[in-house]
């Protein structure tokens, strides 16, 4: 038998990506995000929401351009920690934090994320506070340990351990539950790990 709820998505898993983008100044921001999936048009595309104003978005408006980096268990602490704290606080980013550049595109990278796309909007929907974003896959940025044929996805995704959030907790790849939203932060230490 089957109820009927009000809307959520309590019970679909969502993979976590970090967004990196440049300020006016020119230094990064990065934020924390869930709201993604993919489409095909003439390539493969990402689609990524953004709601209420953020610096991340105002940074995606300004220059159209922002890298999304898949969440690890070993990233975690640290992008919990870019999702609890507004990039209008000054001091979002005086943390350690290694960061590259993207190959392609003008965008921050975290150093530790084994899979970053470089993605460049497409296409902008704007409708009730929310932008939508069409966006074309410019640059995959991927460990080379990813690129290892002789390795099989699973044995692959075991290691990498991408991060889920489900109604306010993240969980492990294998399923477990690794504590609430913000709770990861206080994990974190001075080297950003
Ligand atoms: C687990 C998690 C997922 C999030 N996903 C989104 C999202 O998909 N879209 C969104 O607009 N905000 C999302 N947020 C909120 C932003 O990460 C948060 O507003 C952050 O402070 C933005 O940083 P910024 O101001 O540096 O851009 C999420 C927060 C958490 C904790």
């Known amino acids: 038998m089957k109820k009927s709820l009000p809307a959520s998505n309590n019970f679909c898993p969502q993979t976590l990506f970090v967004y990196g983008t440049y300020n006016d100044d020119g230094t990064p921001d990065f934020g924390l995000f869930c709201w993604v999936s993919y489409y095909w048009g003439e390539n493969l595309g990402v689609m990524a929401a953004i709601c ?26 640290l992008a919990d920690y870019f999702g609890g704290k507004s990039g209008y606080d000054e001091d979002k980013m005086n943390i350690s934090v290694g960061i590259e550049k993207g190959h392609i595109l003008n965008v921050p990278v975290l150093e530790k994320c084994p899979w970053t ?3 460049e909007v497409d296409k902008t929907f704007q409708d009730n506070g929310v932008d939508v974003y069409l966006c074309k896959i410019r640059n995959v940025l991927a460990d080379e340990a990813l690129c290892d044929v ?44």
């Open 52 to 77: 209420q104003d953020k610096r991340t978005r105002d940074n995606i408006r300004a220059n159209g351009v922002f890298s999304m980096g898949m969440v690890t268990e070993e990233l975690l602490p």
């Open 150 to 193: 002789s390795v099989n996805a699973e044995d692959k995704l075991n290691t990498i351990r991408p991060v889920h959030t489900v109604g306010g907790t993240y969980f492990s790849w294998d399923g477990r539950s690794l504590g609430k939203w913000g709770e990861l932060k206080k994990k974190l230490n001075e080297n950003g790990n």
């Open 117 to 119: 796309f470089e993605l």
